[in-house]
């Protein structure tokens, strides 16, 4: 059988596995299948899984997250399944598993990075990719091949739930940051790689009120040229393996089974050579939500034709091809196209050579103490200052320290949803409630481990889980977490008295807890109050499907952190939250306030060394903090003529209430030191429009303490045939700096960066005067200049640039100016 030759093309191998394939084998290749009806922690059932995959499968779904508190286990799991299809099935095809893998592996034992906001508020890719790559070898190990991740969505509404998973509302970061994870995820050999899959195409993240699942509003203009940006960012510049369908509709036709998007723009404009696989269920929902499809095969049919290759997580709707197939319903060659690509992966991942799970490597892989370093230095990174009048960083000779809020003494808070805790509680939920999934709406007759006459395997493998009253206990366990209260205890000399009051809960009404909230702070030195959301399809404030439409803090958090304040004791504020909180009060009031994020498992650690200067805070907003929800959607590369900015041009465009502008701009971030820029240097200042444009600046660390700034270049056209960006990021570069140090960082443009859809949308590049800005944030430009484009109008669709070069060169100051 060619096909089982490596020596020959993958192409060759494809072609003739097809030709032996019958049309159900085919079918089930482009399934996935969550394998709980016939796999728990005491191994497979073998006569449930023959009866459930006689012809195959393409794809088990999820594995990871259902396999109870040990990797090991997990891992034995899959290897029989995987030896059933390849020994026991008639051409011995092997399944991808996948698994989600936003910030980490979500499975049992995997090491946990902050939430993707938080990696993009880092604005250093270079770590995301190696913490990318940290996920590589251990779901290579653990024999998990694809990666629903990274969520690419430009996210403009902090109302959505999901903001925390996206990296923010700029298209160019979310393209520099997919880019990096994409590249740390597949590798450099796809037979040590694992897919990426990126998600949620198209437009997910500005949905119709900020609700998940809701519908887009977007011309094809801002459709390509800012929601897409990051998707083709990935396919062109880090070779993206796949991508998943979004759940919204846009246009009238729902993104599942849509062919303008799904093949017309994805394959067609943005070059993608991949395969597409449907998010969980979504294409029951043409049934079920968007009621443009009579029955399930009538669902097939429009998800196939319009590029989708895989149905998951469950076969559902695509096992009803075969039929459909047979009475000439259905093109065949669709199905062999979706067949042939999904094929081509496997054999590129090398799974027919080698299918299995490294069992023996997985237990000393995944107690590699190594990646906790970096998740630290990433927690550490993601802090964001956004507020200090001079209380950071604290002493550490304080005699009482009180540390306040739901958020203070709990590690369960650090970890935002698709995780493994959050995940972990979801199940032991629905193991003590059936009813609960049902209340969520997952569908129990598909989600087979949530039905009690089928859930004995999951309730066995978190059997520790269940019979545990307190979670946090159960996630110490798993992690080596402390909370902010135990972090500061390990941190200050026992003689400092670290005092603890919840105050209140997350979301509950009842404030008895105020008392002694007040009564712990009236004698301390310092008031710390951790505040924020939690990230859980339980009892969450963020997460999918846990979309608000209110950015306060839930619950009566603000009360507490009010009732605080009002002792006189100086407060510091800490988030830890998932979306950009309108915190007007605070920001008049408190002292110091610190975004957080959902850190992971270090967070503890990482947020008290900032707040005692032990790391100097570094982070930028990836995202515009507004002051209300009126001002929803606010972003900081709004449209000439419209927004915050450049108010003088546009004074009819005011609120009569609150200030147009945003409570804290995108790019905002503080430090305990300060930097000065200069020496502005552009080169050439006639530029072609085939050219490139190198922008220099000198920054200079003039504070008495080592810090991190990062560095942001902005670009703006100045006269155009069609309206374009009041400011466009297009270079960033995070910097260390010594007291005293200075350094060069040299930007490196392409025009072809530059292009946009003309009046005749015709993807182009113009010439004309650029405005140049260098700065801090997208509110603090240091410094300004221009070029001018010149020579013809040249098309670059096809070949679009993603990102610019940035170089840095070191020197130190005469001592005379330190200081």
């Known amino acids: 059988m060619k096909y089982k030759d490596p020596s020959l093309a993958i192409e060759q191998r494809v072609e003739d596995l097809l030709s032996r394939m019958t049309l159900e084998e085919k079918v089930a290749q482009l399934c996935g299948l969550m394998p709980m009806a016939f796999w728990g922690p005491q191994g497979v059932n073998q006569a449930k899984m023959q009866a459930t995959l006689p012809h195959g499968i393409g794809q088990i779904s999820g594995i990871g997250m259902m396999g109870g508190a040990q990797i090991r286990r997990t891992v034995e799991g899959l290897n029989q399944i995987q030896h059933y299809l390849v020994e026991q099935t008639r051409l011995g095809i092997p399944a991808i598993f996948h698994n989600e893998a936003l910030n980490g592996l979500v499975a049992p034992q995997a090491i946990n990075f902050p939430t993707a906001i938080g990696l993009s508020a880092t604005w250093e890719p270079e770590l995301v990719e190696q913490m990318a790559d940290v996920i590589r070898r251990q779901m290579v190990a653990a024999g998990m091949r694809q990666a629903l991740s990274p969520v690419m969505d430009v996210a403009r509404d902090p109302r959505w739930g999901r903001v925390h998973e996206t990296y923010g509302e700029d298209p160019y970061l979310c393209g520099a940051m997919s880019i990096a994870f994409v590249r740390g995820l597949q590798g450099r050999d796809w037979r040590e790689g694992v897919i990426a899959t990126g998600k949620h195409f198209l437009g997910y993240g500005l949905s119709e009120g900020g609700l998940n699942c809701a519908a887009t509003h977007l011309g094809e203009r801002e459709l390509y040229e800012c929601f897409a940006r990051p998707f083709e960012a990935a396919i062109r510049e880090a070779g993206l393996a796949s991508i998943m369908n979004s759940y919204s509709e846009i246009n009238g036709l729902p993104c599942v089974a849509s062919k303008e998007v799904l093949t017309h723009l994805l394959r067609g404009k943005m070059g993608f050579e991949g395969f597409v696989v449907s998010d969980y269920f979504a294409v029951r929902r043409l049934l079920t939500q968007f009621h443009v499809a009579a029955d399930l095969e009538e669902a097939a049919i429009q998800a196939l034709e319009a590029g989708l290759d895989v149905e998951l997580p469950n076969p559902e709707a695509y096992p009803k091809l075969v039929e459909a197939a047979r009475a000439g319903r259905v093109d065949m060659a669709l199905i062999d196209q979706a067949v042939r690509r999904t094929l081509t992966w496997k054999f590129r991942l090398g799974l027919f050579e080698q299918p299995y799970a490294q069992v023996d490597e997985v237990t000393t892989l995944f107690s590699d103490p190594e990646p906790r370093r970096l998740s630290r230095e990433l927690a550490a990174k993601s802090l964001v200052l956004l507020k200090n009048d001079g209380l950071l960083p604290l002493r550490k000779d304080l005699k009482r320290v009180a540390v306040i809020g739901p958020h203070a003494d709990s590690v369960r808070a650090f970890f935002g949803w698709y995780t493994f805790p959050p995940i972990l509680e979801l199940m032991r939920e629905i193991m003590r409630n059936p009813e609960t999934a049902a209340a969520l709406g997952l569908p129990s007759d598909d989600v087979q481990h949530v039905q009690p006459n089928e859930a004995e395997a999951i309730r066995e493998a978190i059997a520790e889980v269940l019979e545990a009253e307190d979670l946090e206990t159960v996630i110490k366990a798993m992690y080596p977490a402390v909370s902010v209260r135990e972090a500061i205890q390990q941190l200050l000399s026992p003689d400092v008295e670290v005092v603890y009051a919840q105050g209140c809960d997350l979301t509950d009404p009842a404030t008895e807890g105020f008392a002694a909230a007040v009564e712990a702070v009236k004698d301390a030195d310092v008031a710390i109050v951790v505040l924020g959301d939690r990230s859980s399809m339980l009892n969450g404030t963020t997460g999918e499907g846990k979309d608000r439409a209110s950015l306060a803090l839930p619950g009566v958090q603000q009360q507490l952190l009010e009732a605080v304040w009002a002792t006189g004791t100086p407060t510091a504020l800490v988030l830890i939250n998932g979306r950009p909180p309108a915190v007007n009060w605070a920001a008049e009031h408190v002292s110091a306030i610190l975004e957080a994020w959902y850190p992971g498992q270090e967070g503890g650690p990482a947020i008290v060394a900032a707040l005692w200067g032990e790391i100097n805070p570094g982070g930028k907003l990836p995202v515009t903090i507004p002051r209300s929800e009126g001002q929803i959607p606010i972003y900081h590369y709004h449209k000439m003529g419209s927004g915050y900015q450049r108010p003088e041009e546009n004074t009819l465009s005011q609120y009569t209430d609150i200030p147009i502008t945003p409570l804290y701009a995108f790019g905002h971030g503080l430090s305990y030191t300060r930097f000065e820029y200069g020496n502005l240097r552009i080169h050439p200042a006639q530029v072609d ?48 700096l010594a007291p005293g140090e200075r350094c060069t960082v040299t930007f490196t443009v392409e025009m072809r960066q530059l292009g946009f859809y003309n009046h005749e949308m015709r993807f182009v590049v113009e010439p004309g005067y650029v405005d140049v800005m260098v700065g801090g944030g997208s509110d603090d430009i240091r410094l300004r200049g221009e070029f001018e484009i010149t020579g013809e109008v040249v098309e670059v669709m096809g070949e679009r640039a993603f990102t610019s070069r940035a170089q840095v060169e070191r020197s130190v100051m005469e001592q005379a100016r330190s200081g």
């Open 689 to 736: 429009s085939r050219g490139q444009v190198e922008i220099a600046c000198d920054v200079t660390n003039v504070g008495e303490r080592a810090g991190d700034e990062v560095v942001q270049l902005y670009l703006r056209d100045r006269l155009a045939r069609v309206t374009r960006p009041v400011q466009e990021l297009v270079g960033f570069k995070r910097i260390g």
